[in-house]
């Protein structure tokens, strides 16, 4: 059809089309109180950050973008003036506010979301409280600041757990990680761009996961069972895969040439004998004529 | 003696079978442009063929295998076959592995038959030792499996399917629903859908015998029921594999370098819709690293497909 019409469908990213949905969202001081009052550009510019950072944890791709975008705005909400008032203000209420009708996968992906911020969160050193998923909205202003370097660290402190795990031979992994985090730091040094961002912030996932997988993969490479949960291993993967729902049960496969003879008796065994079939036809007509009187 | 000749016999096969393999490459890659080494290739392909044939002729081989035409093709085919052969070097490439395959001891007359020989074929100047080649790609080593295949089949006659529905214990007829009756058998588990003009379709079967086996079946059942049913013209519809890379995948980037093939739109579905130009394979292509493949008619189109698709995933793992 594209090519009849000889158009392009163009590809566009979530992040373009935040702002215009950020717009939407009354939360500007005309129309609420102050106190849960927000200014359009700067919720804008900290939903679109968030955006950025679920994409490279894999929360964004393969998704709806809808429930990706107003999880982002909550948060971006919440966290920009952490005030108790905002942080037992649940979802639906902030709709309500913002006068956005709610969407069911939004709390799914403020879980998620969630999930993530904890992980670079918990790098804070300056942080001395205990730090929970719920919690960590207060600090999502710090995280967002320092988000190459938490990253980083991150990645850094999940090898070292990894390590522990299994201390099967590691040359390979710390190689692999200086690589990763000279990127890293060459990046963090840059003024980033909206679209360089993204694809320094992909690279840096990108690099960061496989630098992960290597040492796991190498320590167990036979063992199925790991392989199969992959997601479990690594920092940031796609919740998909974390969550990997049971498989059923598989066939044994059948091994078959398609010639074989074909017994008579299974062939029998599809077939009604005389007084099966008789009695289902009465019945078949018993059916008939009754549903013909009710009806 | 003896040993020799046994090797040149075994030279001149695998040179007969590599023709083939390069023949159907031949075919698909197309007529390339002369590069300059032809034209030395070509002098000693011609002298070579006298030389080769007194060798043979001399040791008393049996060579009624060979086809007639390896002879012959050298001279006159030899300037069409030419340039189609001054191509790739992967197919030259391939040529010299397989002959250096056969394990040469001796490499002065014997690597010069089989370089001319092989000439037609692979652009090489004769007394060249030939070093084994790593093949350029590995293979991903991930094998995809197949869920599902389609197939359908001719009974030759017509069917009454309400007689059908009421003598088959496996039957469902709901002719205001489907036109059709529905039958299940247990081994393989199946399901197959029977048509009044004696057509059938059958799905569900993992593998292409399982599914010729499954379908005889039903024909047996509409036999044994009492219709004239044949099993005419037993076809593979449709195949469907998949499998697992292991690594999560960035659809939104694959969608950017391959716009022409991908189709992303998370809106509507989470996966990536990729279609494969050749084979002709639709793979779909999830976050999770997993792709399911389908459209094919053979295995070896999804084991292509496959093959050509792990590489742009790779690709985009280590970005």
């Known amino acids: ?295 | 003696m003896d040993e020799s000749a046994l090797e040149r016999y075994f030279d001149e096969s695998i040179i007969h079978d590599s023709n083939f393999v390069l023949e159907e490459e031949l075919e698909l890659q197309g007529p390339q442009r002369v590069l300059s080494s032809t034209p030395s290739a070509l002098r000693p392909s011609q002298l070579a063929p006298k030389s080769g044939a007194t060798g043979k002729s001399g040791d008393d081989l049996d060579l009624s295998f060979l086809p007639d035409e390896l002879g012959g093709q050298n001279e006159p085919g030899f300037s069409s076959t030419a340039p189609e052969l001054s191509q790739d070097s992967g197919v030259s490439l391939d040529c010299s592995a397989l002959v250096s395959a056969a394990d040469r001891p001796l490499q002065r007359t014997p690597a010069a038959e089989l370089s001319t020989a092989a000439s037609p074929f692979c652009v090489m100047t004769p007394m060249t030792p030939m070093t084994p080649m790593t093949p350029v790609t590995e293979g991903s080593g991930i094998v995809p499996q197949l869920q599902n295949i389609v197939s359908t089949v001719t009974l030759g006659c017509p069917l009454d399917l309400k007689f059908i529905a009421r003598q088959a214990r496996n039957a469902e007829y709901n002719p205001k629903r489907f036109a059709a009756v529905i039958m299940r058998i247990r081994e393989p588990r199946t399901t197959a859908l029977i048509f009044s003009s004696g057509k059938m379709v059958c799905t569900g079967a993992k593998s292409e015998e399982e599914s010729r086996l499954a379908a005889r079946k039903y024909a047996r059942v509409v036999q044994k029921l009492g219709f004239s049913a044949r099993f005419l013209e037993f076809k593979i519809q449709n195949m469907v594999a998949s499998c697992d890379v292991c690594f999560p995948i960035r659809l939104e980037g694959l969608v950017l370098t391959h716009q022409q093939f991908s189709s992303y739109e998370p809106e509507l579905f989470p996966g990536l819709i990729y279609r494969m130009v050749k084979p002709r394979i639709v793979l779909l292509i999830f976050v999770s690293g997993k792709v399911v493949l389908t459209g094919a008619k053979e295995r070896a189109e999804i084991y292509e497909a496959f093959e050509n698709i792990y590489p742009i995933l790779k690709g985009f793992r280590k970005q």
């Open chain 1, 1 to 295: 059809m594209i090519k009849v019409l000889n158009i392009q469908a163009p590809t566009f990213s979530v992040t373009d089309v935040m702002e215009a949905h950020c717009q939407e969202y009354k939360v500007s001081l005309g129309h609420v109180p102050e106190e849960l009052a927000e200014d359009s550009k700067g919720l804008t510019k900290r939903a679109i950050a968030l955006v950025e950072l679920a994409a490279d944890s894999w929360i964004v791709t393969g998704r709806q973008p809808l429930p990706i975008m107003m999880a982002a705005v909550y948060l971006a909400w919440q966290s920009l003036k952490p005030n108790a008032q905002r942080l037992k203000m649940s979802l639906e209420k902030f709709c309500k506010l913002a006068k956005v009708q709610k969407s069911k996968t939004a709390g799914t992906r403020i879980t998620e979301m969630k999930g993530m911020l904890y992980k670079l969160g918990k790098e804070i050193p300056w942080y001395k409280e205990v730090l929970t998923p719920d919690n960590v909205v207060s600090l999502v202003g710090d995280i967002l600041q320092h988000r190459f370097s938490l990253l980083r660290r991150a990645l850094k402190s999940h090898e070292l757990s990894l390590l522990e795990k299994c201390p099967a031979g590691q040359v390979n992994s710390s190689s692999a990680e200086t690589s990763s985090s000279s990127e890293v730091s060459e990046h963090a040094g840059q003024t980033p761009a909206k679209s360089s961002v993204n694809a320094e912030k992909q690279k840096q996932a990108g690099v960061g996961d496989e630098s992960l997988k290597s040492p796991s993969e190498e320590s167990n490479p036979q063992t199925q069972e790991l392989t199969q949960n992959w997601g479990k291993r690594v920092l940031f993967a796609p919740p998909c895969v974390v969550n990997a729902k049971r498989k059923r049960a598989e066939r044994p496969p059948l091994h078959v040439t398609g010639d074989e003879e074909i017994s008579d008796s299974e062939i029998e065994s599809y077939i009604r004998t005389p007084q099966e079939a008789r009695d289902f036809a009465m019945m078949q007509e018993k059916l008939f004529t009754s549903n013909n009187e009710s009806s």
